[in-house]
């Protein structure tokens, strides 16, 4: 008996009968605080890395140079729309959601040490890594051709045979290096920090 | 004269009661049910061998992929686990807006696993009913973190985002909404003489059956047992936090626990709102080398995460007990047997809540 009268009286509520005789599926909107896949904002790339360093998915963010300028460039299949690059973007380059404007209002930001490891095991010593990295590459252009280095300065290079890290602390940890492994020998650990407030 | 043959009856892996995909075996003579054995293996991931070797930030979003439905808890736990070992401590704002998003997600998962019940009884008006309510809890929660699952929200030493006083407004209307909708909804579950017909006094899990079985979660608060994560988690205890227990042990029970948790989480959610006060929301801090062995309350009962990390914040060893697996088994060998009909077997599994995805990792 109590279940009618509570079945009467909820269907018996001006809502449910307003709502019942005018039903009306809501258009599908995306709300403006969803995070979707980052978008570019008209901010300067400064090819910095940071976005690279700390994406947790595989390739799915490369910063490269079209036109004389570089952007980072997004694949959409890989992206896991975690929104970490855009946190992590010194220069604001990238937006999606609320994430950028809160990133700005509270000063957060992600910060990473590196440490470079070399499994001496694995090594070939083919110095793929060394081309391939962005850093060392800016360092000295005559990686580009050569593929080998006489720079002191580079963050590693091929000597006698064994790969040999020279600077780590130029390090900007974007892991080309372990993608363009083909034994798996280099990894790249990186040490990130959440912080807010600026540098600590 | 009618003979009774004992037969092998399968229930599953797909069964339109089903959310995925799970075999139950049951041994039955006629309708009723002498034993059952529940068959996993349609969609292990090893997620756990994936994560090995890789820093927090691949991991944290490898965590909430374990569980779909419950993902906040697993990166909740993660995180909280790492901090341990690290010796972080969340700021104040931080561990309340932890609270709020962890809660939320409670709720929308006791939502669905009720709505799953329902649906399985075949109410679908209240079913739907709920459904519908969970999405104003997922609106919610993609408002606050940008995203209605997976929402990453929970880093060491703090959280992602703050919530503006705009927001806190929108999210206690939200509350005040979902409160009323829920009340009109439990009357109508608790009164429905054919509700009660499927569900009072079937798959009956007694006090002693479910501790010599480990049961986790509201399958054993519903038995009595006072076992929940959550009382002695700092913040929670801050928040006055003491566990929903009912003794029937029936499918009713249950489900009426989680109705109530969704009543005390929307409680704490109010409260943590008051108790906030402005501050930073992240404290910074890196993952040092150690192992621990980590606990937290689930929507489903206690999650454990064991792992071990090296000097540079990377995860070396990894082991998650998802509350599912003692649940199946629980669900398997104390509360399938002696089920009087063959159409209680799914009313009786999907009533514990089983995550299949948890379980298999
Ligand atoms: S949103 Fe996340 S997954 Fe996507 S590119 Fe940025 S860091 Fe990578
Ligand atoms: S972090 Fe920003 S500035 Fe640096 S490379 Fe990426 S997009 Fe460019
Ligand atoms: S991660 Fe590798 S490729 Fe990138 S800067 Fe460091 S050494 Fe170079």
Redesign the pocket.
């Known amino acids: 008996m109590l279940s009618i009268i509570n079945y009467i009286r909820e269907f018996l509520r001006p809502h449910w009968i307003t709502t019942f005789f005018t039903a009306k599926t809501a258009p599908l909107v995306t709300p403006p605080h969803f995070r979707d896949f980052p978008e570019l904002t008209d901010k300067e790339?400064?090819?910095?890395?940071?976005?690279?360093m700390i994406c947790p998915a595989p390739e799915a963010?490369t910063?490269v140079k079209r036109e004389e300028i570089?952007?980072?460039e997004i694949t959409k299949g890989h992206c896991i729309r975690c929104g970490l690059?855009i946190e992590?973007?010194?220069?604001?380059?990238?937006t999606s959601g609320r994430i950028l404007a809160y990133k700005k209002e509270e000063e957060l930001t992600l910060q990473g040490t590196f440490h470079i490891e070399i499994d001496q095991s694995k090594c070939m010593g083919c110095g793929n890594c060394t081309v391939a990295c962005p850093v060392n590459r800016e360092i000295d252009p005559a990686l580009r051709s050569s593929g080998t280095s006489t720079s002191d300065e580079v963050i590693m290079r091929v000597d006698t045979g064994q790969n040999k890290v020279l600077h780590e602390e130029k390090c900007t940890g974007c892991k080309t290096c372990e993608e363009s492994c083909s034994n798996g020998a280099i990894r790249v650990a990186r040490i990130v920090e959440a912080l807010q407030g600026g540098e600590k | 004269m009618k003979k009774t043959v004992d037969i092998s009856l399968p229930v599953g892996p797909m069964h339109p009661c089903f959310k995925e995909p799970c075999r139950i075996k049951c041994e039955t003579r006629g309708e009723y049910v002498l034993a059952a054995e529940v068959e996993l293996g349609y969609v292990k991931k090893g997620i756990e061998r994936i994560m090995r070797g890789r820093p927090w930030q691949e991991v944290m979003f490898l965590a909430e992929r374990v569980c779909g439905i419950c993902s906040v808890i697993h990166n909740f736990v993660f995180i909280e686990s790492v901090e341990h070992i690290s010796g972080i401590v969340p700021t104040e704002r931080a561990a309340y807006l932890r609270v709020i998003v962890n809660e939320l997600d409670r709720m929308q998962s006791h939502l669905l696993a009720n709505y799953s019940y329902c649906y399985t009884i075949e109410h679908e008006t209240l079913a739907m009913y709920l459904l519908n309510l969970r999405e104003t809890v997922m609106d919610q929660l993609e408002l606050i973190t940008g995203a209605r699952v997976t929402c990453a929200f929970i880093v060491p030493g703090g959280v992602r985002c703050d919530i503006s006083s705009d927001i806190a407004d929108e999210l206690r209307s939200a509350l005040d909404h979902i409160d009323a909708e829920l009340t009109r909804f439990i009357r109508i579950f608790e009164t429905g003489p054919l509700i009660g017909l499927r569900s009072k006094g079937i798959g009956i899990l007694t006090k002693d059956a479910a501790i010599e079985s480990h049961a986790v979660g509201p399958t054993a608060r519903a038995s009595g047992i006072d076992n929940d994560q959550r009382s002695t988690h700092p913040t929670y205890t801050a928040l006055g936090f003491s566990p929903v227990i009912r003794q029937e042990g029936d499918n009713f029970a249950r489900i009426m626990v989680r109705f109530e948790e969704v009543f005390q989480s929307i409680r704490l959610i109010r409260s943590a709102l008051e108790a906030m006060r402005e501050g930073p929301i992240r404290g910074g801090g890196t993952i040092k080398a150690g192992s621990i062995r980590y606990r937290g309350e689930a929507p489903r009962g206690e999650l454990l995460y064991e792992l071990t990390t090296d000097d540079y914040g990377r995860i070396l060893e990894i082991a998650i007990q998802t509350p599912s697996i003692p649940n199946i088994q629980v669900c398997a060998h104390a509360m399938l047997i002696d089920a009087q009909s063959a159409a209680d077997i799914t009313s009786i599994f999907i009533s514990s809540d089983p995550c299949i995805a948890c379980t298999e990792r």
């Open positions: 790339c400064t090819h910095c890395l940071a976005c690279m963010i910063v570089w952007r980072p690059c992590a973007c010194p220069e604001d380059v990238l």
